[in-house]
């Protein structure tokens, strides 16, 4: 299965994480979702959402500048 990818480059805090809330809602338990970042910020609030939630922070990059998270839906 491959994962579902999300692009929220040039958003601001708060709309990367509730963009990516919204999409992981809709996805199923165990899927994966890779989003696309430029806001520093989100480096502290993707981490912080995944330990309150239970989706899981699998993975994280940098890529020229755009941070890359992938995320396993949760229960």
């Known amino acids: 299965m491959s994962a579902r990818e999300l692009d929220v480059k040039g958003l601001h805090c708060p709309l ?26 989100s480096v502290i609030d993707f981490r912080h959402f995944c330990n309150i939630t239970s989706n899981e922070l699998l993975a994280y990059e940098t890529r020229d500048g755009v941070f890359v998270y992938r995320i396993r839906r949760g229960a």
């Open 16 to 41: 990367p994480i509730l963009r990516t809330r919204k999409t992981l809602d809709l996805m199923a338990v165990g899927e994966e979702l890779v989003v696309y970042v430029t806001d520093p910020a």
